[in-house]
């Protein structure tokens, strides 16, 4: 599970606690190969520190209901827990978007959704609409 602490960080010189909100500061979990060319991995964790105003959240399909019976439950086990992260982050000033998959028309011209596609544009270090694809060699 995500572990959310907060703590406050004077940043630049002559930064005082009324110049800087405290940063969000995340255990981060990722797995590496142990050598190129191997299928086993090793688990590597790291503290990362994030401006909350610089931040957003983006949740995918956090859906009610879904139409298979296991991504049910295991919405069910996540939400409490995301909902208390996403409630802190939001309220440090990290913008949270949610993303359907689907039914993005009944969004359409609401407050939600005007202050998503008014969010700042990054330039991304990972394009998203490569990242996931597999190699075919």
Not at 16 to 25: G, K, M, Q, W, Y
Not at 109 to 121: D, E, I, M, S, V
């Amino acid at each position: 599970m995500i572990k959310l602490c907060l703590f406050l960080i004077l940043a630049g010189a002559g930064a005082t606690a009324s110049t800087r909100a405290a940063d969000l500061v995340l255990q981060t979990r990722t797995r590496v190969a142990t050598a190129p060319g191997r299928v086993d991995w090793r688990v590597v964790e790291a503290t990362a520190r994030w401006e909350p105003r610089r931040t957003a959240i983006v949740v995918c399909d956090m859906w009610q209901r879904h139409w298979c019976r296991g991504a049910t439950e295991r919405v069910a086990e996540m939400a409490s827990r995301m909902n208390a992260v996403l409630n802190k982050a939001r309220a440090e000033g990290a913008l949270i978007i949610h993303c359907p998959s689907g039914g993005m028309a009944f969004y359409e011209g609401t407050p939600q959704r005007r202050l998503a596609q008014a969010a700042p544009k990054i330039a991304l270090k990972i394009p998203l609409e490569t990242w996931c694809k597999l190699d075919p060699g």
